[in-house]
C-alpha cells in the first residue's frame, strides 16, 4: 500500500520569506512524487513532479521539491514566498509498480502575510 | 494544452434527485479517468477509475450503484449520483491521464463541481 504523509496542517509564513511543505511517502517500489496547489473551489493544479533523474526537481511559480530517498521525503519548497502563493498544497505519490492510482496526503495549507 | 472541464461547476439539486456530471479532456484522449470527491478543508479521496470502453473500477467502500460511471469515449467519463441525498454534497473532481509522451500518464485534473443535495 501507498501512503503520504503532510505533517503540517498549516504554514504561516511573511510574504519575501523562504516557503517549505513537508511530505513524506511509504510505497513498496520506487515512487513517482507530485505536487499539486488548489485553490478556494478549484481543481488542482500540477506544480512538479519527480519521476527519475536529479533529486531536485523545478516546477510552476518558482517552486522547488528535492526527492530525498533515505528519507522517504519530497519537501516542496520556495526561496521567496508571495501573498498570491496562499493555497491548499497537496503532495501525492504514484507506486510504478501499483498502475495510476494517486495517492494524495491530507493537504497543508500555507498563508503568505504581507 | 492537457486541459479538463467539468460540467456543471456547481449544482443544486433536491434530495431523491439524480445529477450528472461531465468529465472532458478537451485536447488530448484519455485512455483512464479518474473521479475523487473532496470534502471541506480535506484531501481527495479517490472513488473510481474509468477505462473507455469497460467498466469502473470502484474503491473500497464506494457503492457503484449510487455513483454511476460511464466512460463512453476517449473525451468524455461520466459520474452520475442517483437518488442523492444531503450527505452526498460534496466537491467532486475528476482527472484524465494523457497517454502520449513525454506526458506519460500524468494526472491532469478538471475545475470540480460543487453539489450541493438539499
Known amino acids: 500500500a501507498q501512503s503520504v504523509a503532510q505533517p503540517e496542517d498549516q504554514v504561516n509564513v511573511a510574504e519575501g520569506n523562504p516557503l517549505t511543505v513537508k511530505c513524506t511517502y511509504s510505497v513498496s517500489g520506487n515512487p513517482y512524487l507530485f505536487w499539486y496547489v488548489q485553490y478556494p473551489n478549484r481543481g488542482l493544479q500540477f506544480l512538479l513532479k519527480?519521476?527519475?533523474?536529479?533529486?531536485l526537481v523545478k516546477g510552476s511559480y518558482g517552486f522547488e521539491a528535492e526527492f530525498n530517498k533515505s528519507q522517504t521525503s519530497f519537501h516542496l519548497k520556495k526561496p521567496s514566498a508571495l501573498v498570491s502563493d496562499s493555497a491548499l498544497y497537496f503532495c501525492?505519490?504514484?507506486?510504478?509498480?501499483?498502475?495510476?492510482?494517486?495517492?494524495f496526503g491530507g493537504g497543508t495549507r500555507v498563508l503568505v502575510k504581507p | 494544452g492537457a486541459v479538463v472541464s467539468q460540467h456543471p461547476s456547481w449544482v443544486i439539486c433536491k434530495s431523491g434527485t439524480s445529477v450528472k456530471i461531465e468529465c472532458r479532456s478537451l485536447d488530448f484522449q484519455a485512455t483512464t479517468m479518474f473521479w475523487y470527491r473532496q470534502f471541506p478543508k480535506q484531501s481527495l479521496m479517490l472513488m473510481a477509475t474509468?477505462?473507455?470502453?469497460?467498466?469502473?473500477?470502484?474503491e473500497q467502500g464506494v457503492e457503484k450503484d449510487k455513483f454511476l460511471i460511464n466512460h463512453a469515449s476517449l473525451t468524455l467519463s461520466t459520474l452520475t449520483v442517483t437518488s442523492a441525498h444531503p450527505e452526498d454534497s460534496s466537491f467532486y473532481i475528476c482527472s484524465a491521464i494523457f497517454s502520449g509522451r513525454p506526458l506519460y500518464n500524468e494526472q491532469f485534473f478538471g475545475p470540480g463541481t460543487r453539489l450541493t443535495v438539499l
Open positions: 519527480y519521476i527519475t533523474g536529479d533529486n
Open positions: 501525492a505519490v504514484r507506486d510504478r509498480a501499483a498502475g495510476n492510482k494517486l495517492t
Open positions: 474509468s477505462n473507455e470502453g469497460s467498466k469502473a473500477t470502484y
